[in-house]
């Protein structure tokens, strides 16, 4: 006979990339639209000419399980570029909703994503299918605010948070699996703008570094609770960003701590932060990362 499995005892099995990509910003005065992509350990590549709108403080999520796409972004930018499972990114696709800047975005219900808030103080969302398409504006939910940061957690869950209302906050929202956005969470650690998140360990999060320079950590757990302060590793730093490797890990990079940096910080598949990893590949700020394949 065949044994009796009992119900609900089944283990969840999330998509969980290998590879990252860190791509566009703002280097000396000047924008572009280089990347960088990040291997299966964490390495991360010189740079890759850049494709697309050069742009800056713009926002990028997974889709479709193993892609990305990067979208919005300075001067008002009203495209995407995609990115392929092989890290490879796409021309601008021009795209619908509010035009805006200082967003965050994370991925959703293991193959969508959502961009959301931004400048000057929204709460708007928008969906991105599966395919890679962006939907128009979903009415918002929650404080309206800028400069924050958002990841996946739980799996096929999001979470946005910290950023600024005109003052720093350290307020969420957590967006469920079908990409519906929650009401504010009363904040947990230090309010800051321009921090950065990832997912890690395959269910969890964290947000990390921020304005007034600092590294300290906030980690997610798999249900959406933001711990309190850990004390930082690294290079106290703002206008970063960080993306998923290697399936169950992050990492922190680029940035500035009174000028552009390129460095990095490894995050474990159990939320510890690496002390810094020398640079690769220009020093820029206010740019945006991704996990894909």
């Not at 639209?33 to 299966?40: D, E, H, K, R």
């Not at 601008?92 to 975005?105: F, Q, S, W």
Request: glycine residues 16%.
């Amino acid at each position: 006979m065949f044994p009796i499995i009992p119900a609900n005892t089944a283990t969840a099995s999330f998509p969980e990339n290998d590879e990252g990509i860190f791509g566009f910003g703002a280097y000396n005065a000047s924008l572009t639209a280089m990347t960088n992509l990040v291997s299966n350990t964490g390495v991360v590549s010189s740079d890759v000419t850049g494709v697309g709108t050069a742009r800056y403080d713009l926002a990028a999520c997974e889709y479709g399980g193993d892609k990305g796409i990067f979208a919005y972004g300075s001067h008002y930018v009203l495209a995407s570029n995609l990115v392929s499972n092989a890290g490879v990114v796409t021309s601008d696709v021009t795209i619908v909703g509010t035009m805006r800047e200082y967003l965050a975005a994370c991925s959703y219900g293991e193959d969508k994503g959502i961009f959301g808030y931004g400048w000057s103080y929204l709460s708007i969302t928008n969906l991105v299918s599966n395919a890679g398409v962006v939907s128009s504006d979903v009415t918002g939910v929650g404080t309206g605010r800028d400069m924050l940061a958002a990841c996946e957690y739980g799996g096929d869950k999001g979470i946005f948070g910290y950023g600024t209302t005109g003052s720093a906050t350290a307020i969420t929202n957590l967006v469920s699996n079908a990409g519906v956005v929650g009401t504010d969470v009363t904040g947990v650690g230090t309010a800051r703008e321009w921090p950065a998140a990832c997912s890690y360990g395959g269910d969890k999060g964290i947000f990390g570094y921020g304005y007034n320079p600092v590294s300290i950590t906030n980690l997610v757990s798999n249900a959406g609770v933001v711990s309190s302060d850990v004390t930082g590793v690294g290079t106290a730093r703002k206008l970063l960003a960080a993306c998923e490797y290697g399936g169950d890990k992050g990492i922190f990079g680029f940035g500035n701590d009174g000028s552009p940096l390129s460095m990095t910080n490894l995050v474990s598949n159990a939320g510890v932060v690496a002390t810094d990893t020398t640079g690769v590949g220009t020093a820029r700020q206010l740019l945006a990362a991704c996990s894909f394949n």
